[in-house]
């Protein structure tokens, strides 16, 4: 099953190629105008492939993949990273191989040309890094190479982006459907009702080996090596009739330990994916039990308002008394989100996914599920009658009237008298009174007062003539007695 973003919009894929440090990624949020990539002064930093479009006014649209950096080794990590690479070269129709300007072309640049040659696949040449040096020089360099195609640019600067665009869609095949490019983007990409889902957790617990299993290849890397994911990578995925965007984030560790400037920046991609998900799941290594970081990352999640699944993996090594041990760990260390689902799986199996994506379905509706302001209403109306609101200084809080706030996080908004006086307790009994009563699974739900207000606040009760005079003789006729 291809579950490549190229595949799902059918649209021309151009992959970006190179040694590593020539500028890939910011050439790709150049020609995307995003941030997505994440772009440092270091070499290897990009390892997954990393898609998206790249949309000029008046232009045909194209995916556009970035990929990591080919440095010839065919060991450990550099390995897995030009497998990555070179799964997108064989994917695409055109590739753009990047050259460093500054360092001239080098013994493996040559190799990596010899071996797209021997690919078949249309090649541009772009020259990266130009600002600053004699363009001509550096074409004369380069023109050694017998590429025809070649573009001098500054992908830093966006100089040369337009020139280089023009050159891709020059050399694209032609669409093979007669429906233009733009409509058949917008109709044939991922719907925007598929749930978006965030694996999330601790380093080396399973998120990539669970998106590997869930899409059945091998689209992102998975390592024993921890921290092997830098990036947030969106994929779709359609399974059992039904589409969803799975997100593959870093792993969170304690802000104690986190001293790079670039894990720093895969924390914040993590971060954004929670905020762009609408269901996320955490997992949990059952083999080394339940951590305060895995309540921390929780708590990510509730701070987003997000729709929460736990999924304790690498389930099937363990024997029955350490189930049982994880078992008791989780109800008890998270007992602030009894509301969220538990389930126990085994990524590099496959064992338990099908009753993992059923809970991300129950909670994803329940998380989308709209009220109406009657249904609502009537709801509080049963839960004031079975337990009354607390009396504070001799007098009750009224609850008149409710309505839906929104979701994500689900927001009930209760209007009426009083209502700064409840206790949290109260406002906990109602969250969970909903919670029941609609059967809402793996969605935080926050249910927020709002005093009705006096109309006569502020305003002076002005006397008319007559009512003057009339309080004048009252005033009179007491004093008298």
Known sequence: MNTSPATVALLPVVALVGRPNVGKSTLFNALTRSRDALVADQPGLTRDRHYGFCREEDK???????????????EGMDALTARQAWAAIEESDLVVLMLDARDGLLGPDQDILAKLRRSGKPLIVAVNKIDGLDEASVNAEFAT?????????????RRGIDVLVATILSRLPELESEEPADEQMSSEKPLPTAPRVAMVGRPNVGKSTLVNRLLGEERVIASPIPGTTRDAIEIPLTRDGRDYVLIDTAGVRRRGKVAEAVEKFSVIKTLQAIERAHVVVVLIDAAEGVTDQDATVIGHVLDAGRALVLAANKWDGLARDARE?????????????????????SALHGSGLSELLKAVQRAHQSASRVFSSNELTKAIEIAVEKVQP???RGRAAKLRYAHLGGNSPLRVIVHGSRLASL????????????????????????VEMRDGENPFAGRRNELTESQVRKRRRLIKHVRRR
């Open 60 to 74: 045909r649209p194209f995916v556009v993949v970035d990929t990591g950096g080919l440095t010839g080794e065919d």
């Open 145 to 157: 190479l017998g590429i025809a195609a070649r573009v001098p640019i500054a992908a830093a600067h």
């Open 325 to 345: 041990r994880i078992k008791s760990e989780l109800e008890r260390k998270f007992v602030f989100v009894p509301w969220a689902e538990q389930v126990f799986i």
């Open 390 to 392: 607390p009396m504070v």
């Open 423 to 446: 206790p949290d307790s109260y406002r906990r009994y109602l969250e969970n009174f909903l919670r029941d009563r609609y059967e809402l699974v793996g969605v935080p739900i926050r």
